[in-house]
């Protein structure tokens, strides 16, 4: 078995997942409890779901991702001047939004795409499409493992000697290559799936999904071309899911499953209101 998702898992699990746990950012996010892990699921790791692939079947990335740019290069010389503007946004209702958009333990990102969807999103009121979330966090986040391992490209934090919108993440991020990006990986993917469960949204959906992975690059965590990457694996992940029968189904139950929502009114319980206001921050 390949252990290419080994830093990953230190990333997204931190001590306090399975307990009680307080996030806050730009959307009014408040206190909540990790769910429980349906009994046919396994855990390949506390609150990280089997996804729809085994791990030995993951992408390998490095074979489609061409390697990090050098230091001398000229997209390095763009990352860099694109890491000095997001400075100015430390403090700012976009650096609360990026802050609350580097959480990927559940419950807390169903709340990411609530605005963009038009729904809550949550394990009681949309099930199937938070365990399709959920269960595709694997198979997704994994994807850059392969390429992030060979490359091992530090990230703008460690190289300027800065502090990133999540400091208590900083000591496994320092372990876990930058490029690509996983995060952006997720939330690329994700906007892709929902694109397709709910095409209506698509702009709206896409857009979401583009702000999460800036978020990275908001952040300080990630460089601009890491999170370009990222989109790249996030893609290729999605694309692949398609082969599976288990994943075509849950995409069907999660289809149903939003067009009720939308006939009950089950409006987002998110703060819509802010989190446009953040995403309407100019980054360029």
Excluded at 27 to 41: F, I, R, T, Y
Excluded at 43 to 66: C, H, T
Excluded at 71 to 95: C, F, I, N, V, Y
Excluded at 196 to 214: D, H, I, N, S
Aim: proline residues 6%; contains cysteine.
């Amino acid at each position: 078995m390949r252990t290419l998702y080994s830093p990953m898992i230190c990333i997204l699990l931190t001590a306090c997942l399975g307990a009680c746990s307080t996030t806050s950012g730009g959307n009014g996010s408040s206190a909540s409890v990790a769910p429980d892990v349906p009994d046919h699921l396994e855990e390949i790791a506390p609150g990280m779901l089997q996804g729809y692939f085994p791990i030995e079947e993951q992408l390998d990335s490095k074979v489609f991702v061409v390697p990090s740019p050098a230091e001398d290069s000229a997209m390095q010389t763009m990352d860099a001047a694109w890491a000095d503007k997001m400075q100015e946004l430390r403090g700012t209702p976009r650096w609360d939004l990026a802050a609350h958009d580097a959480d990927l333990h559940f419950p807390v990102p169903a709340d990411v795409f609530q605005c963009a969807l038009g729904i809550r999103v949550n394990e009681e009121d949309t099930p199937a499409l938070y365990m399709l979330l959920w269960r595709t966090l694997t198979d997704i986040g994994l994807s850059p493992y392969a390429a992030k391992n060979a490359y091992q490209r530090e990230r703008p934090f460690m190289v300027r000697d800065e502090t990133t919108c999540t400091p208590q993440d900083e000591e496994a991020l320092r372990k876990d290559g930058s490029y690509p990006s996983g995060h952006t990986a997720v939330g690329w993917g994700w906007a892709l799936i929902l694109t397709e469960l709910a095409p209506e949204r698509a702009e709206a959906l896409l857009a979401r999904g583009r702000a999460f992975g800036e978020s990275r690059n908001v952040c300080n965590a990630h460089w601009y071309s890491d999170v370009v990457a990222g989109r790249m694996t996030g893609s290729a992940a999605v694309a692949r899911l398609h082969s599976r029968e288990e994943f075509l189904a849950a995409m069907a139950a999660a289809r149903n499953e939003i067009a009720e929502a939308r006939k009950a009114g089950l409006e987002p319980t998110v703060d819509c209101e802010g989190e446009a206001k953040a995403l309407a921050t100019p980054l360029f």
